[in-house]
């Protein structure tokens, strides 16, 4: 499968709790975002990088937020003390032009 | 700030034309695009137009753009059931940031036999 990967595809944790997503975008593609989305809504922009720099930030990207990526390839977005809030779908995509999207990791908080 | 809105839901008929309307309010838009989002699934690029386009046709696919109006629909021709889904459609503005897309919320669209 040469289609942006994330894992995992579910997780139900405690609030209070760190989770930590992964995204492995489609190989040489020097861009990658993390967009959320929750019911009912469409997407929203969270953050991208431009091989292992990240350039840009949104402000829905609390501090309990952080995002990496190190080597310019697999990006790994993390929170921390999850709130029933963060419950939502995360989604990667990956472009050298279009974007293409993960089938997200939904994250349900307790 | 930036504002994308759909209606929420279609119906249509196996066979007849879906038209999915999109207004927007930000003027300095570069490109317009529609996804397909089916359950389980990620996003689908379906098409896109850029802003000095007024229409762009994609095999079954009609795309409209009244950039007056800020107005975009998605025309599906012989919509068939395998085109329920919701679709998205979104904008990005300047070429540095074309990957920073602004999503409605989403219209269902559900095509009955």
């Known amino acids: 499968d040469t289609g942006v990967s994330q894992n995992p595809r579910h997780k139900i944790t405690k609030r209070g709790q760190n989770v930590t997503f992964r995204c492995d975008p489609i190989s040489e593609h020097n861009r990658l975002y993390w967009y959320r989305q929750t019911l009912g809504q469409g997407p929203e922009f969270l953050t991208y990088f431009q091989n292992e720099a990240q350039l840009e930030k949104s402000r829905l990207l609390s501090d309990r937020f952080s995002a990496e990526r190190p080597k310019g390839s697999f990006s790994t977005l993390e929170i921390q003390r999850t709130e029933q809030g963060d419950s939502a779908m995360y989604l990667c995509?990956?472009?050298?032009?279009?974007?293409?999207f993960g089938e997200g990791s939904r994250l349900t908080v307790l | 700030g930036e504002d994308v809105e759909q209606s929420l839901f279609l119906s249509v008929r196996e066979g007849d034309s879906s038209v999915i309307n999109c207004t927007y309010t930000d003027s300095s838009s570069t490109y317009l695009y529609w996804y397909k989002q089916e359950p389980g699934a990620g996003l689908q690029l379906l098409t896109y137009i850029f802003s000095n386009m007024d229409m762009k046709q994609d095999q079954r696919l009609t795309v409209l753009l009244n950039k007056k109006d800020k107005h975009l629909s998605l025309r599906i021709a012989d919509t068939q059931t395998g085109d329920s889904a919701i679709y998205f459609c979104?904008?990005?503005?300047?070429?540095?940031?074309?990957?920073?897309?602004?999503f409605g919320a989403g219209t269902q669209v559900v095509v009955t036999p």
């Open positions: 979104a904008e990005s503005g300047e070429s540095d940031s074309w990957g920073k897309l602004q």
């Open positions: 995509a990956s472009s050298p032009g279009e974007l293409f």
